[in-house]
């Protein structure tokens, strides 16, 4: 079975640093682009950032650009989020989730399956 | 930045149909997934590449794309069905969700 389980959430004062993982098992996670989307409380989905399944291209939303950096380890199948200068605005559940490509190319995705999600709460 | 926008609320009786729009600038040239996101739960793929249906979700969900709009069809919709619903997309490799609509089976 394809399970996604995230890890590290907590409260974290504005300012601080956080760092979440994600243990994928049930399939190959070098195979895959990799996603971090978040969700602040009774809001919608935002599209936090994405990594190549071997690590060389990386992108993210303009809003956490410079503060959070996404990261993976293939050989111990996981994947990062390494969250720093925190602001109020980051509280969200934060889930990751495979990035499954159509074509060669990866021309389409999309994310399936996805973790429980784990809530970070920015607050003093 | 690019955006999709998406009905706040959607209403329907059970066994009807439900339509949940999702506009955005020339999205026809883009492909278009749709997810599911019960109360309290993660969200889940119903439809990918604009038409397609994952493995297990029930044949009642249908997509399509057409100029600027992408549409979820919902056919005979069912209690279980009631949940917030997301489009989504790629804009220059950024990811874009739309504002999501919640669908009520009343």
């Known amino acids: 079975e394809v399970q996604l389980v995230e890890s590290g959430g907590g409260l974290v004062q504005p300012g601080g640093s956080l760092g979440l993982s994600c243990a994928a098992s049930?399939?190959?996670?070098?195979?895959?682009?990799m996603t971090w989307v978040r969700q602040a409380p009774g809001k919608g989905l935002e599209w936090v950032a994405d990594?190549?399944?071997?690590?060389?291209?990386?992108y993210y939303v303009d809003s956490v650009k410079g503060r959070f950096t996404i990261s993976r380890d293939n050989a111990k199948n996981s994947l990062y989020l390494q969250m720093n200068s925190l602001r109020g605005e980051d509280t969200a559940v934060y889930y990751c989730?495979?990035?499954?490509?159509?074509?060669?190319?990866?021309?389409?995705?999309?994310?399936?399956?996805w973790g429980q999600g784990t809530l970070v709460t920015v607050s003093s | 930045s690019y955006e999709l926008t998406q009905p706040p609320s959607v209403s329907v009786s059970p066994g009807q149909t439900a339509s949940i729009t999702c506009s955005g600038d020339k999205l026809r040239g883009k492909y278009a997934c749709w997810y599911q996101q019960r109360p309290g739960q993660s969200p889940v793929l119903v439809i990918y590449?604009?038409?397609k249906r994952p493995s297990g979700i029930p044949e009642r969900f249908s997509g399509s794309n057409s100029g600027n709009t992408a549409t979820l069809t919902i056919s005979g919709t069912q209690a279980m069905d009631e949940a917030d619903y997301y489009c989504q997309t790629w804009d220059t490799s950024t990811g874009v969700f739309g504002t999501g609509t919640k669908v009520t089976v009343l």
């Open positions: 049930g399939f190959t996670l070098s195979s895959y682009w």
């Open positions: 590449e604009d038409t």
């Open positions: 989730a495979r990035r499954a490509c159509g074509g060669a190319t990866c021309s389409s995705s999309w994310f399936d399956p």
């Open positions: 990594i190549k399944p071997d690590g060389s291209e990386k």
